[in-house]
């Protein structure tokens, strides 16, 4: 039902001397765990897409806090296993279910539904996304519960950014992120290479 067997290349943004030591095998990726997290717990990368992994790292740099201080990007090969896969209408109408329950349990306590936001006023994409995080965090705990499975990731496309142009339905940060909860499924990490010219 709701698995997925597949490889794809994960792009991931991070400061250099953290990167060179998870190629290096002296450290490991760290999960994000934070309650806004686009698809929950999980280590992050964009998926078949190395200029926006440096387009993140970039931008991460210069937040207050950073622990990015120069920008760096590890690729990756990522086996995506039992997948919570959000391009696929079965896991579709499962993440539905998942949020009625988050619902019901929620209004059961006299608890109100967190909410996408953005981190400030002038945001235009809801980059704070508590909902979305609960309701993902909702359906890890139920197929666990009700069927003793556990995903290994998740993976979802968002259309982020400003118009790509006026009036378009494509935006200029669209990617496919993916979120690993089971670091098994990182098969392998590489330093993405330039392109270079051949005759």
């Known amino acids: 039902m709701m698995y997925r067997n597949q490889q794809v290349y994960g792009f991931h943004g991070i400061d250099k001397d953290i990167g060179l030591r998870i190629l290096n095998q002296e450290q490991a990726f760290k999960r994000s ?83 996408n936001t953005g ?29 003793g499975i556990h995903f290994d990731s998740v993976r979802a496309a968002f259309w982020e950014g400003e118009e790509l142009y006026e009036g378009a339905g494509f935006r200029k940060q669209n990617h496919i992120q993916i979120a690993i909860l089971n670091p098994n499924c990182i098969k392998g990490v590489f330093l993405p290479r330039d392109k270079v010219s051949y005759p």
């Not at 999980?42 to 440096?54: D, S």
């Not at 988050?102 to 059961?108: C, E, I, T, V, Y």
């Not at 704070?128 to 069927?147: G, P």
Request: glycine letters at 6%.
């Open 33 to 115: 765990d934070n309650r806004y997290d686009w698809l929950g717990e999980g280590i992050y990368f964009w998926e078949n897409n190395l200029a926006r992994a440096w387009q993140y790292a970039e931008t991460a740099r210069k937040r207050r806090n950073s622990s990015i201080k120069t920008p760096y990007v590890l690729g990756a090969i990522l086996e995506l296993g039992n997948c919570l896969d959000l391009l696929n209408q079965e896991y579709l109408e499962f993440l539905t279910k998942s949020y009625d329950l988050l619902k019901q349990g929620l209004l059961a306590e006299g608890k109100q539904l967190p909410k």
């Open 119 to 147: 981190f400030n006023q002038n945001d235009f994409d809801f980059k704070k996304r508590e909902l979305d995080c609960a309701v993902i965090r909702m359906a890890h705990s139920y197929i666990q519960k009700s069927q």
